[in-house]
């Protein structure tokens, strides 16, 4: 057996107890000796949290691509500003028939009805017959018609509006000719009634194997409980917090299941830490010992609640760095997040210490009959766990570069991910909203749903030169492949009078003023060019169609004198994209710079936050590459119910990143920090790393198993998004919990020796005294 030397840098000698740990330990016994005071203020909160909840999940929205300043955001602005009675959105009611044709008389009085009984519904603005656009509302073969409906109202308004309007569509469906609404709000609305069956299936899978894989774990009902019930504690303090945010901030369907899964997982996972510390403390305790309880709890907090204390600082942290990208739906859920740890963080360390105090030694009743003796006789030093680190220990050459090589093969697929949009019209094709976009898309072309919109101002009325270089820029991408129609106000006069000058169109202004009223503003400097794409919005082919489009519109009109800007939903998911790849490297440095200054602060080492930082990104790099191979390229993509995407949801990276590098730091910060203990104790490396694996290897080990059912769980619902997180999420933190912690981390630690707890100058000199 390889000899142990006992070592220690100059000027390294075991620190007197740090002040949070000792703070910590008195609010602990102060918990401890009061529990009944501590559940009775923490009822009060939950009682208040469940009446706040249900106003965030019903202000839920679907998934928004709005970037702050971006170039869409301003056509929205100008469009508002020129045309004040326009609808919010326009939605379509899709009337298909196989056995009858637009012309025919039955489907006339089904398209007349139809018209009439939207003309009176609340919240429609406009309505357009489809005879009276035949050659743009009606298909080339007959067989189907569009009815545009212009809407108003807000996000929640619109979204509220959609299943009204459903139904009456429903009302006048028949066998002969099948009526359904679609748009962005029915689509939208459609999704979020899914992500509510994925939340309920996600959760009926989720919690009963994490309840299952907690009772293997503790070996023990009540002390199994505990972490469980802190996790749904941790759900509902979280709603109720974000029901009042969600009175200022729009909070998505993607946001909720992630507050969700991170609220189980980390509400198991840091009860885990505590719990399993404080069952070592409460050892031989009696059980009327009401000092000793207290001094256990105390003990447990000042040990396992100072590391949750700072594994929950680093989660907010690396979410944080989420508020650099500019897009409202990344921020907000980064911030739904982080109220979910700090609400966490408040359960872990007040709630959960009046709970142990008040169990003590019973937190290990009804315990499992193969678990007692363990439990009356627990032996670590004996464990498989101890046995592990002392076989990577004497090989760690070997360990450190086999477990380096099978991360950087995991990772290696990452290098060739490609980003992707999915709007989720694929996931409620069987919805009547999903239904109808699929015969748009058949019998027109789906980016009908999503146009462009192409927002042309002059400074006074447009003249007859302006107006003639607007007809050719509408011609010219008319004439593109990749667009299926493109209307201006010079398209409507040519067809009306073969002529486009001003003239011609103040005379249809007089003939036709609602027609007119719809292109041009009231002053006549202001119109709007629309741009149907062939393909879907999020299509390639469509995200190139807006970039030429924004070249062509700055070149051609910008000559004679007009300003324009391009939006629409197209344009919006070109612009998250791009606002993704310009935020990339901004978030990791940021997240990585301000992880490293925390570890510093928590370890007081130079070279420990810099390993930490390294074990990390391997981690979720070898997470990212499983993502690829799986959703990108289709390797066992079938097994989750999917089939191949081709690309990587274009929000997932950043967010996943995110989270799963505070994760991988959470049971950074509890192994080292019981590493910590051991060092300051004994001040031998080997010892140090050694104990830190057999005290915290099984409670990693579990909590990874429990975050990976619970992850797994929505990896296994229907949404795309909510299938990549899910699966990212739970490779993840598998792959850190296993390859990192158990074997390369420890031999890392070995092989670096004392210099594991240098810290130069000055710093080490403080922590000596």
């Known amino acids: 057996m390889t000899s142990v030397q006992r070592i220690r840098p100059a000027g390294d000698v075991p620190s007197a107890r740090p002040r949070r740990a000792a703070a910590l ?42 970037v702050r300043g971006a170039e869409s955001g301003t056509a929205a602005r100008m469009i508002e500003q020129a045309f004040p009675d326009a609808p919010a959105e326009t939605d379509f009611a899709v009337l298909h028939s196989d056995s009858l044709v637009a012309t025919d008389a039955a489907f006339r009085a089904r398209v007349a009805a139809l018209v009439d ?11 357009t017959d489809p005879y009276d656009e035949p050659g743009t509302l009606v298909a080339a073969d007959g067989h189907t018609a569009l009815v545009p409906i212009g809407v108003d109202g807000d996000d929640r308004r619109l979204r509220e509006l959609a299943e009204p309007l459903q139904g009456v569509a429903a009302s006048l469906s028949t066998d002969a000719v099948p009526v359904r609404l679609t748009g962005y709000s029915p689509l939208a609305a459609a999704t979020v009634r899914q992500a509510d069956r994925d939340l309920g299936r996600a959760e009926r899978i989720g919690l009963p194997a994490a309840a299952l894989v907690l009772l293997i774990a503790f070996g023990s009902a ?87 204390l700072f594994s929950g600082g680093t989660v907010v942290i690396s979410l944080a760095g989420l508020f650099l990208v500019r897009d409202q739906s990344v921020r907000t859920m980064a911030l739904a997040m982080m109220v979910a740890v700090l609400a966490l963080l408040a359960l872990a360390l007040s709630l959960l210490p009046a709970v142990l105090g008040l169990l003590g030694s019973r937190v290990d009743r009804l315990a499992l009959p193969w678990a007692r003796r363990s439990l009356r006789h627990p032996d670590p030093d004996r464990s498989g766990w101890a046995r592990l680190a002392t076989l990577v220990m004497r090989r760690p050459v070997l360990v450190a570069v086999g477990a380096a090589a099978l991360l950087g093969a995991l990772a290696a697929p990452a290098l060739g991910l490609r980003y992707g949009v999915d709007n989720g019209a694929g996931t409620v094709a069987d919805t009547p909203a999903g239904r109808g976009y699929t015969v748009v898309s058949d019998s027109f072309a789906p980016g009908l749903v999503a146009p462009i919109s192409v927002v042309v101002r002059g400074e006074r009325a447009l003249t007859d030169a302006q107006l003639e270089a607007l007809a050719g820029f509408t011609d ?47 002053a006549g400097r202001t119109t709007v060019v629309t741009v149907w794409p062939r393909y879907a919005a999020d299509a390639e082919p469509t995200q190139a169609l807006v970039a030429s489009v924004r070249s062509s519109a700055s070149t051609d009109l910008a000559g004679a004198g007009l300003r324009t800007a391009v939006g629409g939903g197209p344009a919006q998911l070109a612009e998250i994209t791009a606002e993704n790849s310009r935020a990339t490297p901004r978030v990791i440095a940021a997240v990585l710079g301000a992880s490293w200054l925390l570890l510093l602060f928590v370890f007081r080492s130079v070279l420990l936050p810099v390993k930490a930082i390294g074990m990390n990104l391997l981690s979720v790099g070898a997470a990212f590459g499983l993502v690829v ?52 104790r004994t001040g031998d490396n080997a010892a140090a790393v050694r104990g830190g694996i057999t005290h915290t290897a099984r409670v990693i080990s579990s909590a990874a198993a429990i975050m990976a059912v619970v992850f797994g769980a929505f990896a296994l619902t229907r949404m795309v998004e909510g299938k990549q997180l899910g699966f990212m ?32 100058g000055r710093a080490d000199a403080r922590r000596a005294g």
């Open 222 to 308: 009540v002390a199994a409980a505990i972490p469980l019930t802190l996790g749904v504690a941790a759900i509902l303090t979280s709603f109720g917090l974000l029901g009042l945010l969600s009175y200022a901030l729009p909070f998505s369907t993607i946001a909720r299941s992630s507050v969700t899964m991170l609220a189980i997982a980390l509400g198991i996972d840091y009860s885990l830490f505590i719990v399993t510390r404080f069952r070592e403390e409460i050892a031989g305790v009696a059980p009327a010992d009401r000092a000793g309880r207290a001094a256990a709890v105390g003990r447990a907090l000042g040990t396992a609640g100072r590391a949750v």
């Open 476 to 522: 010219r991408t008319a004439a593109d492949g990749r667009v299926a129609a493109a209307v201006s106000v010079t398209s409507v006069l040519d067809r009306r009078t073969g002529r486009h000058g001003a003239g011609e169109l103040a005379t249809a202004r007089a003939v036709a003023p609602a027609t007119i009223s719809a292109l041009v503003d009231a």
């Open 729 to 760: 999420l739970a490779a993840a933190v598998l792959i850190d919990a296993t390859v990192v912690r158990l074997l390369l981390v420890p031999a890392l630690m070995r092989l670096m020796g004392r210099w594991n707890w240098w810290l130069p």
């Open 629 to 680: 191979l799986v959703f990108q390229h289709g390797y066992g993509a079938g097994l989750l119910g999917v089939g191949r995407t081709g690309f990587i949801q274009i929000m997932l990276p950043l967010l996943v990143f995110a989270v799963s590098f505070g994760l991988s730091m959470d049971y950074e910060v509890f192994m080292l920090s019981r590493m910590r203990e051991e060092w300051e």
């Open 117 to 127: 009984r939207y003309r009176a519904a609340p919240g429609v603005r406009r309505v």
């Open 25 to 66: 330990d008195r609010w602990g016994r102060w918990a401890a000796r009061r529990p009944a005071a501590v559940l009775a203020g923490w009822v009060g909160l939950l009682v208040l949290a469940a009446l706040c909840a249900g106003s965030f999940t019903s202000r839920l929205s679907a998934q928004t691509n709005e």
